[in-house]
Nanobody, 119 residues
Framework: QVQLVESGGGLVQAGGSLRLSCVAS????????MGWYRQAPGKQRELVAA???????NYADSVKGRFTISRANAKNTVYLQMNSVEPEDTAVYYC?????????????WGQGTQVTVSS
């Protein structure tokens, strides 16, 4: 199992920046994949950015060139740097982790952090 705690959300003006943090309760080396998802009111949860099990990164088309996912292994932390934010980025942002054991994947989620972008 792993517990994930997000922080860094808040209110930001359009064009501004914000950095989200996700601290895992275990070494992120032991986690197969980690990433950030978001859910806006009335919409489905969607991928924002993630590290795959192979160590590559995936980004949603809507955030490419604006958001960057990074990690600090020694701190068991994954970050999401959000630049040039837009009102459409307003959502609850969730950290996710996938752990594979005996060919079964287990997904874990943080409690979410609200990001509100004002126009």
């Amino acid at each position: 199992q792993v517990q994930l705690v997000e922080s860094g959300g808040g209110l930001v003006q359009a064009g501004g920046s914000l950095r989200l943090s996700c601290v895992a309760s275990r070494s992120i080396f032991s986690i197969n994949a980690m990433g950030w998802y978001r859910q806006a009111p009335g919409k489905q949860r969607e991928l924002v950015a993630a590290y795959t099990s192979g160590g590559d990164t995936n980004y949603a088309d809507s955030v490419k060139g604006r958001f960057t996912i990074s990690r600090a292994n020694a701190k068991n932390t994954v970050y999401l740097q959000m630049n040039s934010v837009e009102p459409e980025d307003t959502a609850v942002y969730y950290c996710s982790a996938t752990i594979v054991r005996l060919h079964t994947s287990y997904d874990y989620w943080g409690q979410g952090t609200q990001v509100t972008v004002s126009s």
